[in-house]
């Protein structure tokens, strides 16, 4: 059966990652909510303005059933603006402590590239996963950071900068060549002391529309790495576009791809709709006990 593939036998992967203290167990994949305080993201983009807002977003994400939240300032999309580190921070450090206040039992993570941003968050805010869209190509402090920090790293794939990645980016083999920088970089952080890394193969990061479908047809290559796959697909253009559709109409594509990421091995899904993300969750975990 499709969900039962012979890659499944061979490799046994790590099902669990640690964050302040909690064992968080991946054996059945689980959902993490966007919580985007950028005026510019391509879907969300400035709703989230004030602290009344954003509470009732991560109340949200947290009813509907996300095991994460993951709260970004800086806008990754194709051809955004550049953020400096105050403007950063100053979008971040009030969200973050607000939710930690009124949600501390609440798992966080936070969406940034750099290094310091992390260290100021997490110190005053308390532990965080850290998501980091360049994998640590744009801090190279990034990786000792979060050794030091001892909190779970989502280590992303990208070609390029938001700025450039989509101009003209060229692969001869997508999965080798993802495949080589997740080996070069879990080798870094391993020797940085970090205990926990979550790979994600970086839709729409440097990738066309046919190098996106490619990855998502040979997803389960990754499990070689024994490694949590993350994958973040939600309304993003490979969809989208696709569908000849806005990112507003793209809710049943999104579901359609993350349903088809969960067969081929994915253990988070970070999505923008969490009810349905976890409904999609639940009725493969169904499928999967019926298999066995």
């Not at 692969?171 to 080589?180: F, H, P």
């Amino acid at each position: 059966m499709l969900i039962t593939s012979n890659a499944s036998k061979f490799f046994k992967r790590k099902h669990t990652i640690q964050l302040n203290g909690e064992i968080i167990d991946l054996k059945d994949p689980i959902v993490m909510g966007i919580l985007n305080l950028s005026p510019d993201s391509f879907f969300d983009g400035g709703k989230y303005k004030n602290e009344k807002k954003i509470l009732a977003r991560a109340e949200e994400i947290l009813e509907q059933g996300a095991t994460f939240i993951d709260i970004g300032a800086v806008s990754t999309r194709p051809g955004a603006s550049d953020v400096s580190t105050k403007t950063e921070l100053d979008r971040l450090m009030p969200a973050v402590c607000a939710i930690r206040k009124k949600f501390p039992a609440a798992r966080l993570s936070v969406d940034t590239f750099r290094s310091w941003v992390a260290v100021r968050v997490i110190e005053e805010c308390g532990p965080c996963m850290v998501n980091d869209i360049s994998g640590g190509n744009f801090d190279v402090h990034m990786f000792e950071t979060i050794g030091k920090l001892d909190v779970p790293y989502v280590l992303m794939h990208i070609q390029g900068t938001p700025q450039t990645m989509q101009e003209e980016p060229e692969y001869d083999d997508i999965i080798k060549e993802i495949s080589n920088f997740f080996t070069e970089k879990v080798k870094r952080l391993t020797k940085c002391g970090v205990k926990d890394v979550i790979i994600d193969p970086g839709f729409g990061f440097g990738k066309t529309l046919d190098d996106n479908y490619e990855l998502l047809n040979r997803l389960d290559a990754f499990k070689v790495f024994q490694l949590p796959l993350l994958v973040g697909v939600s309304r993003k253009s490979m969809i989208a576009s696709l569908l000849g559709h806005t990112p507003a109409d793209s809710l049943n594509g999104t579901s359609v791809v993350n349903t088809l990421s969960l067969v081929a091995g994915a253990d988070i899904l970070r999505v923008h709709d969490v009810r349905e993300a976890v409904e999609a969750v639940r009725i493969y975990k169904k499928l999967k006990e019926i298999a066995l």
